[in-house]
Nanobody, 125 residues
Framework: QVQLVESGGGSVQAGDSLRLSCAVS????????MGWFRQAPGKEREFVAA????????GYSDSVKGRFTISRDNRKTTVYLQMNNLKPDDTAVYYC??????????????????WGKGTLVTVSS
């Protein structure tokens, strides 16, 4: 059984930085395309960032491009999301997700196979 456990969320001020981590266990991590998604109160879950199985390809939503960076360490079976210059609009529950069928990046909510339980990020102005 695949388990994804996010950590690193918290409450920060606008302009601050946070780094989220997602530890994956239960299957061969290096075969997964990984992604970060978020869901703000009253809104649908949306794509944030994605990375291919070997880290060779990445993708970002327009709202975070240039501020967030996704990375992975296949030896540690962990994916990261470095978030800089945070804004109040970034407030959401952030979810880590895995896709076990993609050789590139996976960016759709419906296309992900496994999900973590999320970590809350709150950004105040």
């Amino acid at each position: 059984q695949v388990q994804l456990v996010e950590s690193g969320g918290g409450s920060v001020q606008a302009g601050d930085s946070l780094r989220l981590s997602c530890a994956v266990s239960g299957r061969t991590f290096s075969t997964f395309a990984m992604g970060w998604f978020r869901q703000a109160p009253g809104k649908e879950r949306e794509f944030v960032a994605a990375i291919s199985w070997n880290g060779g390809s990445t993708g970002y939503s327009d709202s975070v491009k240039g501020r967030f960076t996704i990375s992975r360490d296949n030896r540690k079976t962990t994916v990261y999301l470095q978030m800089n210059n945070l804004k109040p609009d970034d407030t959401a529950v952030y979810y880590c997700a895995a896709n076990d069928a993609s050789w590139g990046i996976a960016i759709s909510v419906e296309g992900m196979d496994f999900w973590g339980k999320g970590t809350l990020v709150t950004v105040s102005s």
